[in-house]
């Protein structure tokens, strides 16, 4: 008698405090897609309202959860009308919706539409790093910041991932969404940002200072160059008598 089949491991749950809502945290902790699409939205936008939109998108597509094949298919404009319904899941809804769907249709392509399989397999930090700045959407920061979130909020530990990580997989650092365990370490990672921000604005302006141009001294008159003259103790002759 042959073994009865068994049915696939459910995806771990891990608690994620990013949206600062408990649905939202809740489909974070158990999707991979949504995490990436929660990452791919994290920008120009505060980090709870980047990472409630997948779990807005999963509501208004009448589901629980993301699928990458139903969002690489839908019409380019429904989808963009989706992101755009007020409150809308981006400050900028329609440029969003087109990565969202690039996103979608590149995991469709490269791992059959399971988002954890970027990283399920991934033997080192460094080739996890690759295959993250891969992805539509997202460049060597925010595939760093992703890969220390997977590291220590996901378990996620492929040998040197801290150090592929960068300055976001430091222990004890408050720099990113990787750093997120609840209201206090958001309010000090918020911190951290504004500071960043305050400095590289300090830097522009020292910069943009040392680079301005010496003002172009006025054209001096023929009276008044005499009149140097005399000053810086030349010869200054008298009028002829007659």
Request: proline content about 8%.
């Given at each position: 008698?042959?073994?009865?089949?068994?049915?696939?491991?459910?995806?771990?749950?891990?608690?994620?405090?990013?949206?600062?809502?408990?649905?939202?945290?809740?489909?974070?902790?158990?999707?991979?897609?949504?995490?990436?699409?929660?990452?791919?939205?994290?920008?120009?936008?505060?980090?709870?309202?980047?990472?409630?939109?997948?779990?807005?998108?999963?509501?208004?597509?009448?589901?629980?959860d993301?699928?990458?094949?139903?969002?690489?298919?839908?019409?380019?404009?429904?989808?963009?009308?989706?992101l755009?319904?007020?409150?809308?899941?981006h400050?900028?809804?329609?440029?969003?919706?087109?990565?969202?769907?690039?996103?979608c249709?590149?995991?469709?392509?490269e791992?059959?539409?399971?988002?954890?399989?970027?990283?399920?397999?991934?033997?080192?930090?460094e080739e996890?790093?690759?295959?993250?700045?891969?992805?539509?959407?997202?460049g060597?920061?925010?595939?760093?910041?992703?890969?220390?979130?997977?590291?220590?909020?996901?378990?996620?530990?492929?040998?040197?991932w801290?150090?592929?990580?960068?300055?976001?997989?430091?222990?004890?650092?408050?720099?990113?969404?990787?750093?997120?365990?609840?209201?206090?370490?958001?309010?000090?990672?918020?911190?951290?940002?504004?500071?960043?921000?305050?400095?590289?604005?300090?830097?522009?302006?020292?910069?943009?200072?040392?680079?301005a141009?010496?003002?172009?001294?006025?054209?001096?008159?023929?009276?008044?160059?005499?009149?140097?003259?005399?000053?810086?103790?030349?010869?200054?002759?008298?009028?002829?008598?007659?």
């Open positions: 008698m042959s073994p009865a089949p068994q049915s696939p491991e459910p995806s771990p749950v891990h608690e994620i405090h990013l949206a600062q809502h408990p649905e939202a945290d809740a489909l974070l902790g158990r999707s991979p897609l949504a995490a990436l699409v929660g990452m791919l939205l994290d920008q120009q936008v505060p980090m709870e309202w980047a990472f409630s939109g997948p779990y807005t998108i999963a509501s208004r597509l009448g589901g629980d993301l699928d990458a094949h139903g969002i690489a298919v839908r019409d380019p404009e429904e989808f963009a009308a989706l755009s319904a007020k409150p809308a899941v400050r900028y809804p329609g440029s969003m919706a087109q990565r969202v769907q690039q996103l249709r590149f995991l469709v392509e791992y059959g539409g399971d988002a954890g399989a970027v990283w399920a397999d991934a033997a080192t930090g996890l790093l690759a295959r993250l700045e891969a992805l539509p959407g997202f060597r920061q925010k595939a760093q910041i992703f890969l220390a979130l997977l590291g220590k909020r996901y378990g996620v530990r492929p040998e040197g801290r150090e592929a990580a960068g300055p976001y997989g430091e222990r004890g650092s408050y720099r990113s969404a990787a750093d997120i365990t609840g209201p206090e370490s958001l309010a000090k990672v918020r911190a951290h940002k504004q500071e960043m921000k305050a400095a590289a604005k300090a830097a522009k302006t020292a910069k943009t200072a040392g680079a141009k010496p003002t172009t001294p006025a054209k001096t008159t023929k009276s008044t160059k005499s009149a140097k003259a005399g000053e810086g103790g030349g010869t200054v002759k008298s009028p002829r008598a007659d």
